[in-house]
C-alpha cells in the first residue's frame, strides 16, 4: 500500500513536470513524459477511451471502468499538471521573460541528454534503422521553423487547431503551443479564455478530444507493433526539435497580433560569440551542463535502486 501510495505522488510530480514543460515554448508534456518513462503507460490509458466505456460501465460498474482506463494513474499524472499549471505559469513566463536564454538551456541540456539515454534503450538492429532517426529529426526541424499565419476566426480552423496541437502535444519534442502560433490560432484561443467566448472553446475542446483519443490509439498501435522504430521516430522528433530550445537565436521575421504585440515568425540560430550584448554564455553553459547531468543522475540513481531491490528478492 506505501508502495502504491509513493509510485502515485511520484507520477503526480511527474505531471506536475509535464505542466512545466508545456509552459514553457519550444517543449512539449510528451517530451518529458517519454523522457520521465510514463509516456506508454499514458499513451496506453488515454487510449483506452472509446464508445465500449458505456458498455463495460453498464455491465461491471464504475469500479471495473476506473480500472480498465487506469485511472488512478491518469488521475495522478493531470492532478500534477494542473497543479503545475496553476502554481507555476506566472513564474515560468516572468523566468522566460526576464531569463530566456537560461531557461532554454536548462531544458536544452535535459532533452539532449535523454535523447542519449533513449538510444541506450533502443535495439538497433541495422544502421538503416537509423533513417527513421534522422527523419523524424528532419521533419520536426521543419516544423519548427515554419512561419506563423495570421489569426482566423474560422470555426473549422479552430477545430483542426485543437486537433493537430493535442495530437502534437502527445508528442515528444513538439510543442501544442507552437503548433498554435503556426496555425495563427494561438492569439484567438487566449482571447477567447480572457473574453469567455464559449462557442470557440466548444469548437477548439471538441478538436483537442477528438484528437487526443484518435492519436494517442494511433501511437498504441505504433508501440505495440513497431516498438524500436517508434521510439527511434519519437527520439528524432526530440533531436529535431533542440533547434526550438538553443539559447541564441536571432528573429527574422514577425508579425503584429490582434494586441499590437510583436510576435516573431521565424529565428535564426546563432553561436553566442557572434551576438552583442551579454550572451551570459558561462550561466548558460553551467545551466545546460546541470539540466544534462540530472537526467544522467535521475537514471544512474534508478538503475542502482532497481538493482538493489533485485538483490534483496
Given at each position: 500500500?506505501?508502495?502504491?501510495?509513493?509510485?502515485?505522488?511520484?507520477?503526480?510530480?511527474?505531471?506536475?513536470?509535464?505542466?512545466?514543460?508545456?509552459?514553457?515554448?519550444?517543449?512539449?508534456?510528451?517530451?518529458?513524459?517519454?523522457?520521465?518513462?510514463?509516456?506508454?503507460?499514458?499513451?496506453?490509458?488515454?487510449?483506452?477511451?472509446?464508445?465500449?466505456?458505456?458498455?463495460?460501465?453498464?455491465?461491471?460498474?464504475?469500479?471495473?471502468?476506473?480500472?480498465?482506463?487506469?485511472?488512478?494513474?491518469?488521475?495522478?499524472?493531470?492532478?500534477?499538471?494542473?497543479?503545475?499549471?496553476?502554481?507555476?505559469s506566472n513564474l515560468i513566463y516572468w523566468m522566460i521573460k526576464t531569463n530566456p536564454i537560461l531557461v532554454d538551456?536548462?531544458?536544452?541540456?535535459?532533452?539532449?541528454?535523454?535523447?542519449?539515454?533513449?538510444?541506450?534503450?533502443?535495439?538497433?538492429?541495422?544502421?538503416?534503422?537509423?533513417?527513421?532517426?534522422?527523419?523524424?529529426?528532419?521533419?520536426?526541424?521543419?516544423?519548427?521553423?515554419?512561419?506563423?499565419?495570421?489569426?482566423?476566426?474560422?470555426?473549422?480552423?479552430?477545430?483542426?487547431?485543437?486537433?493537430?496541437?493535442?495530437?502534437?502535444?502527445?508528442?515528444?519534442?513538439?510543442?501544442?503551443?507552437?503548433?498554435?502560433?503556426?496555425?495563427?490560432?494561438?492569439?484567438?484561443?487566449?482571447?477567447?479564455?480572457?473574453?469567455?467566448?464559449?462557442?470557440?472553446?466548444?469548437?477548439?475542446?471538441?478538436?483537442?478530444?477528438?484528437?487526443?483519443?484518435?492519436?494517442?490509439?494511433?501511437?498504441?498501435?505504433?508501440l505495440n507493433n513497431y516498438y524500436n522504430q517508434t521510439l527511434l521516430m519519437l527520439n528524432g522528433f526530440m533531436?529535431?526539435?533542440?533547434?526550438?530550445?538553443?539559447?541564441?537565436?536571432?528573429?527574422?521575421?514577425?508579425?503584429?497580433?490582434?494586441?499590437?504585440?510583436?510576435?516573431?515568425?521565424?529565428?535564426?540560430?546563432?553561436?553566442?560569440?557572434?551576438?552583442?550584448?551579454?550572451?551570459?554564455?558561462?550561466?548558460?553553459?553551467?545551466?545546460?551542463?546541470?539540466?544534462?547531468?540530472?537526467?544522467?543522475?535521475?537514471?544512474?540513481?534508478?538503475?542502482?535502486?532497481?538493482?538493489?531491490?533485485?538483490?534483496?528478492?
Amino acid at each position: 500500500m506505501k508502495s502504491s501510495i509513493r509510485n502515485y505522488i511520484l507520477v503526480f510530480l511527474k505531471g506536475m513536470a509535464m505542466g512545466l514543460a508545456d509552459i514553457v515554448p519550444g517543449i512539449s508534456g510528451g517530451t518529458v513524459a517519454f523522457i520521465s518513462g510514463i509516456y506508454e503507460d499514458l499513451i496506453s490509458s488515454i487510449s483506452s477511451f472509446d464508445f465500449t466505456l458505456f458498455k463495460h460501465l453498464k455491465k461491471n460498474g464504475i469500479k471495473a471502468v476506473w480500472k480498465k482506463i487506469n485511472g488512478n494513474f491518469l488521475l495522478s499524472v493531470s492532478l500534477g499538471i494542473f497543479s503545475s499549471l496553476i502554481i507555476f505559469s506566472n513564474l515560468i513566463y516572468w523566468m522566460i521573460k526576464t531569463n530566456p536564454i537560461l531557461v532554454d538551456s536548462f531544458f536544452f541540456g535535459l532533452v539532449l541528454s535523454s535523447i542519449f539515454y533513449i538510444f541506450k534503450k533502443i535495439k538497433i538492429s541495422r544502421l538503416s534503422s537509423l533513417t527513421i532517426f534522422f527523419f523524424g529529426a528532419i521533419l520536426a526541424y521543419q516544423i519548427t521553423q515554419l512561419q506563423f499565419l495570421s489569426t482566423s476566426n474560422n470555426m473549422i480552423l479552430i477545430f483542426l487547431s485543437g486537433v493537430i496541437a493535442i495530437s502534437a502535444m502527445l508528442l515528444p519534442g513538439i510543442s501544442g503551443a507552437l503548433i498554435l502560433l503556426i496555425m495563427g490560432s494561438y492569439d484567438k484561443i487566449l482571447n477567447s479564455i480572457n473574453e469567455k467566448e464559449f462557442l470557440v472553446l466548444t469548437i477548439f475542446g471538441f478538436g483537442v478530444l477528438s484528437g487526443l483519443f484518435t492519436f494517442a490509439r494511433f501511437l498504441k498501435w505504433l508501440l505495440n507493433n513497431y516498438y524500436n522504430q517508434t521510439l527511434l521516430m519519437l527520439n528524432g522528433f526530440m533531436f529535431g526539435a533542440l533547434a526550438k530550445l538553443w539559447p541564441w537565436r536571432v528573429p527574422i521575421n514577425w508579425i503584429i497580433n490582434e494586441n499590437g504585440e510583436k510576435l516573431i515568425t521565424s529565428e535564426k540560430l546563432v553561436l553566442p560569440l557572434k551576438l552583442g550584448g551579454d550572451t551570459q554564455i558561462i550561466e548558460a553553459s553551467l545551466i545546460m551542463i546541470s539540466g544534462f547531468l540530472i537526467i544522467i543522475s535521475v537514471y544512474y540513481f534508478g538503475k542502482k535502486n532497481n538493482a538493489i531491490r533485485q538483490q534483496k528478492r
